[in-house]
Nanobody, 121 residues
Framework: QVDLVESGGGLVQAGGSLRLSCAAS????????MGWFRQAPGKEREFIVG????????LYADSVKGRFTISRDNAKNTVYLQMSSLKPEDTAVYYC??????????????WGQGTQVTVSS
């Protein structure tokens, strides 16, 4: 069982940056692949980035490639999502996820409660 708590969301102007954090419980954080998803109003939840625990492979959705960066600090049981050049269409609730699979894309078994990111134009 892994508990995940996101933080760092908020309101930002288009072109700005935000860093989301996701703190995980447990002593085997380093053996979990981590991902970030988002869900905009009226839309399905979408995968935006994953980071495999096995080899550190990353996979980014085309919509965020080159603007978002995932990283992790295993000593702090935390994964980060650095978001830059934000656009109004990035507005969504952002969710952190964890899974024991080696594939960065998932499937993920554990989810945080989400944090709201709003980008104003």
């Amino acid at each position: 069982q892994v508990d995940l708590v996101e933080s760092g969301g908020g309101l930002v102007q288009a072109g700005g940056s935000l860093r989301l954090s996701c703190a995980a419980s447990g002593r085997t954080f380093g053996r979990y692949s981590m991902g970030w998803f988002r869900q905009a109003p009226g839309k399905e939840r979408e995968f935006i980035v994953g980071l495999s625990w096995f080899g550190g492979t990353t996979l980014y959705a085309d919509s965020v490639k080159g603007r978002f960066t995932i990283s992790r600090d295993n000593a702090k049981n935390t994964v980060y999502l650095q978001m830059s050049s934000l656009k109004p269409e990035d507005t969504a609730v952002y969710y952190c996820a964890a899974g024991r699979q080696t594939a960065a894309v998932g499937p993920y078994d554990y989810w945080g409660q989400g944090t709201q990111v709003t980008v104003s134009s």
